[in-house]
């Protein structure tokens, strides 16, 4: 053997060193799985489906955690006030995290009609989350409103409400055109909250089973839209940050305002990182101007199985028709009691 | 003489040119699979009538000739669909009421194949264990599996497709649909009894050839073959805009339920 042979032997076992070192520091971080093409493999069926609420209860402060006592005991609760009864304390139902259902006021009140498991919110598809509130930070809670904010709001709620004159004075959602916690951002609906990421080499598609609406995500650059081109779903722009999907989205229309308030300046920011096996981390930072300042949320999703099946909502709404029809047989019915009086 | 013996040779000489060239090969994606991905659309007047046709008026006379029907050749092979006798007459009924009964004018999932000849774009990601093809008209999308195949589960608008490579070919075989989607404008349907198998290979960088047979014994006397170009959408940054149609037709779906003017 001469000493060039040597010399290259001793190089291949530092290199097999050091791959086998970074390999095993890789594992301790999470996941390491890959798509042919070399981005983070994030692909497959998930659940956004939590039991932690969108904002802390008032009665838990600045604690952002449950310690992994608390956990363990099944206790998720923070002492009342002295004095206050308590109520709809963290974590006792489902209701608190679902999409514009927010517990504003710090009640963190949930639907008690609803059985959780009939929905599939069981340990299965939900994933473990310690945190207090979705919102992350020692407030946990959505930052007050701005001016403007509070102009929109006051416009928001003197739009007339629903009413059963026609298909188009009933909610986005009754008429299968959004469903309010399909966003983005993506909130869990409280029910079927199950999503799809599928990966291919220039884009990535995010798709929430309700309604369905596939967003093709670019990770190349792509050129700006138009300023007067509004999107329900907004115009996204995606790229890899190490392990993250950063998803960057701007121009929304406005008609889906988050949190009832959000406005067509929304600036998203979501992340997606794989953390192992059987769970993703959604996070996602709002800026928007209705705000008096960004606020970021955090959502840890669990691996859920496939398939998903078609959700055709518009082509199945017998609803719309019943609810339009019963309208006008009352208004027939008190018509006629009128003309007998 | 001579000079169209050479203009023979001329001929015979670039047939055989045409004809020693290799069938196109299109790029690989990573795990070397042909890369049919991109943003696709039809360029052809087959969702007014698959079937040869000629020039015609709409249904809507004070839309002028916006509404009229253009003419076309058609995308099936022999031109002409071999109905049943017994049912062309839903055909018929099918295209006296196509103004409302229509499932395009309706906002509904056009179906398969029609969503894929329908004149929006539509754009394909290529996944390991998934193909999406994902529609710009009312946000329809289809979910192709690559393994795992499984029988539909239940009947669907756009069924359940499971396909495989063949060579330089994606092969999708889909079914379990309903009976509400049509072929076209022009009435022409089928039944839950549907079976498509489409083949969509890449013909040069920017056009795919694309096969589709049809079989439908309930409706269809034998199955039927309908084939087309699908062109890419090459302008710089194409996308597929999202289309929600439901808002442009819940007056044509519901306008009858609406509260009476005056009414109170």
Redesign the interface.
Known sequence: MTNRYRVSLAGLIAIVLLVSADASAQSKQGWTKK????QPDI?GFWSSSTTTPLERPANCGTKEFWTEEEIANNVRTCPAPAGAPQRGAAGQGGGGGRGGRAGRGGTGEVDPHYDLAQFGLNLRTTAVNNRTSLIIGPEGRIPALSQVGEKRQTELAATPRTN?????NRPLTE????WTAQGPPLMSPGYNSNLQI??????V?I?PEM????R?VPLKP??KLPEN?R???GDSQGRWEGDTLVVETIQFNGRNPFQRVGSDKMKLTERFRRLDEKTLLYEFTIDDPVWTKPWTVQVPWAKSEG????Y?C??GNNG??NI??G??AA?KKA?EAATQK | MRSSIKALLVVIILTAEVSAQQPYRAPRTKDGKPNLSGIWQAINEANWDIEAHNAGSGTVLQLGAINAVPPGLGIVEGGTLPYKPEALAKKKENFVNRGKGDPEAKCYRLGVPRSMYAPYPFQILQSTDHIMIVFQFANALRTVNMNNHKPAPAESWMGWSNGRWEGETLVIETTGFNDQTWFDRAGNYHSTALKVVERITARSADTLNYEATIEDPEVYARPWKISMPLYRRVEKDARVLEFKCIEYTEELIYGHLRKQQGTK
């Open positions: 798509m042919p093409d070399g692909q059963f004159d026609s298909a188009e008429r299968c055109i959004i599928v990966q291919g080499e220039d884009y598609m798709m309604m369905q609406d596939a093709l792509r050129g081109i999107l329900w779903a398939p998903m099946f078609e055709a518009h082509e719309m028709y339009l029809s309208a006008r208004e018509a």
